[in-house]
C-alpha cells in the first residue's frame, strides 16, 4: 500500500492550460509538502502545509495553487501553464515539523511536460 | 553562497569500490544532516540520518558530519550495482524546521 500517492504520473499538455495533480497519504502525518524537482535534478520547496495551513510559501508564481482539504490530501492547481514549468512534482509528508528523527516521506513524483 | 553545495558527479565506480560522496553547506547552526536515495524514475528515500557531529554507520553505509569544517559526507563500502542512484545531501536547520534544503545530487553508477 503506497504511503504517499500522486497522480497523475506523467502529464503532458499546452502552454496556457490549467491542470491539477493530487496527492494523498495514508501515514497518518500532519505535514505535507510539495517539491518541483528542474531538469538539472535541483530539489526545491514550493509549499507545506501543517495541519491543511499553509506555513511555507516559497517564492513561487501565483499560477500555482495549493489546496489541502483535509490534513491527508494536498493537491497542486496550476493555472496558465508555461514552458518553464516542465519539471518533476514530488508530494511528501512528515510526522510534524522536521527534526528530532522525523523523517519526509517522497510520493514517485508527477512528470509534468508542457509543449 | 548556496545553502548546501553537491558534486553533481557524474561518479563511476567498479563493484567492490568504496564510494565517498559529499557536500559542503554555509551555516554553521545547522543541526539535521540526511543523505537520500533516488533511483530513476523515482521519489527520493531517506537512507541516513545524522544530528550534529560525528559519525552514523548503517550496513555499508557510513555517513559523517563535520561542523567545524561544515562539510558531510556518505561512504559506501562495498559498492553494489543496486547502489547506482542519485544521492542527494539534505540539511533542516533545526528542530521544528518544515524547511528540508537539499543539494543537486551526484549521480553514481557502480560498473559489475
Not at chain 1, 19 to 32: A, F, P, V
Not at chain 1, 63 to 86: M, Q, T, V, W, Y
Not at chain 2, 23 to 34: E, H, I, K, L, P
Not at chain 2, 73 to 79: N, T, V
Request: glycine fraction near 8%; aromatic fraction near 12%; include cysteine.
Amino acid at each position: 500500500d503506497t504511503a504517499v500517492s500522486q497522480t497523475p504520473k506523467y502529464l503532458v499538455t499546452q502552454m496556457g492550460n490549467d491542470k491539477s495533480i493530487k496527492c494523498e497519504q495514508n501515514l497518518g502525518h500532519d505535514t505535507m509538502y510539495w517539491y518541483k524537482q528542474d531538469s538539472k535534478k535541483f530539489l526545491k520547496i514550493m509549499f507545506s502545509y501543517n495541519n491543511k495551513e499553509l506555513i511555507i510559501n516559497e517564492t513561487v508564481p501565483n499560477r500555482f495553487s495549493p489546496k489541502s482539504p483535509d490534513k491527508a490530501h494536498l493537491n497542486l492547481h496550476i493555472n496558465s501553464l508555461e514552458l518553464g514549468d516542465s519539471a518533476v512534482y514530488f508530494c511528501a509528508s512528515s510526522p510534524q515539523a522536521g527534526g528530532s528523527g522525523n523523517t519526509i516521506y517522497f510520493g514517485e513524483g508527477s512528470w509534468l511536460t508542457v509543449v | 553562497q548556496k545553502e548546501v553545495e553537491q558534486d553533481p558527479g557524474p561518479l563511476s565506480v567498479p563493484e567492490g569500490a568504496i564510494v565517498s560522496l559529499n557536500c559542503t553547506y554555509s551555516n554553521s547552526a545547522f543541526q539535521y544532516f540526511m543523505w537520500y536515495r533516488q533511483y530513476s524514475r523515482k521519489g527520493p528515500e531517506l537512507l541516513m540520518y545524522t544530528y550534529s557531529s560525528g559519525n552514523k554507520e548503517d550496513g555499508r553505509f557510513t555517513a559523517q558530519v563535520d561542523k567545524s569544517s561544515k562539510y558531510i559526507s556518505l561512504f559506501i563500502r562495498d559498492s553494489q550495482p543496486s547502489d547506482s542512484a542519485t544521492y542527494l545531501c539534505a540539511i533542516l536547520p533545526r528542530a521544528g524546521s518544515y524547511q528540508l534544503t537539499f543539494g543537486k545530487g551526484t549521480k553514481l553508477s557502480v560498473i559489475p
